[in-house]
């Protein structure tokens, strides 16, 4: 087995820890593997001192979590082990600014508010610094609006349930903000880096078992994934069998995280190990 966590989220992105922070908790936990895996953004590893061994002993791979769409649902891709100064630049090209993308979201969240009448204290932009958190946190308060919430209990069920369901009221198509898959495995590949569908049974809107060829086996105009996030804090050890089975029957390489933001109650840095393996010595030969 191999301890390694390619999956985590710091203050960069929507993570409680800051990069140095992460790297202090990987070397406490003896992680030899390390990536911090923040959304659209390779902001954490400039925001860490040139030498870092102080802070860690192990092997950090450079990582980030790239936003894009499939059949318009929303849906991941993590890059690893890519050169950084082209890759921050490449993302910084493609998405919005965090002000701007939030500013997006207030927009759409309030034609939704007066399209179905929902009560909804929802007034400024410029005081949320996470605009889908707090329209959820305002939803809730009002029981006229929790006939659109059913089988919803938290932000995180209200992002993928509704947000990112094209049934939802709630959905927000991306494709309008975030680059489409042929983009966003392009751009991997011109950093030099590999391309993992992340945390595939997250998507509560497809199918998995119908739809992982389409996703992952396509040819994305000249481009495909290299590999598939088989071990993730949120599976089922029968779906990370499946996924490790399926990795190997088509030649595709294995990551595997936390996907860790630093939450209390959330998932845990370190909770997973990966296979040692043909599909994973890409780790270890980096």
């Known amino acids: 087995m191999i301890s390694a966590d390619l999956h985590t989220h710091s203050t960069s992105s929507d993570g409680l820890l800051s990069p140095t922070q ?51 649902t929303f849906i991941e891709v993590l890059a690893y082990n890519f050169d950084i100064d082209i890759m921050d630049e490449e993302l910084k090209d493609l998405f919005y600014s965090d002000k701007l993308e939030q500013r997006f979201l207030f927009d759409h969240y309030y034609r939704i508010i007066r399209k179905h009448e929902l009560k909804c204290n929802f007034i400024n932009v410029d005081d949320m610094t996470d605009v889908t958190n707090s ?110 089975d399926y990795a190997q029957k088509n ?8 996907d860790s933001h630093g939450i209390i109650g959330g998932y845990e840095l370190g909770c997973k190990v990966l296979p040692s393996c043909k599909q994973t010595n890409w780790i270890i030969n980096i």
């Not at 060829?213 to 994305?220: H, S």
């Not at 030649?251 to 936390?258: D, P």
């Open 135 to 244: 329209f959820y946190k305002e939803l809730i308060k009002y029981k006229s609006n929790k006939k659109y919430l059913k089988d919803i209990h938290n932000v995180t069920e209200f992002a993928r349930k509704g947000v990112y369901n094209p049934k939802s009221i709630f959905f927000v198509d991306f494709s309008d903000i975030h680059p489409d898959l042929d983009t966003v495995l392009n751009i991997i590949h011109k950093a030099k880096g590999k391309a993992f569908l992340a945390h595939v049974f997250k998507y509560s809107n497809i199918n998995i078992y119908k739809e992982l060829n389409n996703i992952i086996l396509t040819n994305y105009d000249g481009h495909k994934f290299d590999g598939i996030e088989a071990i993730h804090a949120s599976f089922t050890q029968d779906q990370t069998n499946f996924l490790i």
């Open 251 to 258: 030649n595709l390489l294995i990551s595997g995280g936390s």
């Open 22 to 72: 992460l790297l202090c908790s990987a070397e406490e936990k003896k992680i030899k593997y390390y990536s911090i895996s923040d959304h659209n953004t390779c902001d954490a590893y400039t925001k860490l001192p040139k030498d870092i061994s102080k802070l860690y002993s192990g092997k950090l791979i450079p990582g980030v979590e790239i936003s894009t769409t499939y059949n318009g």
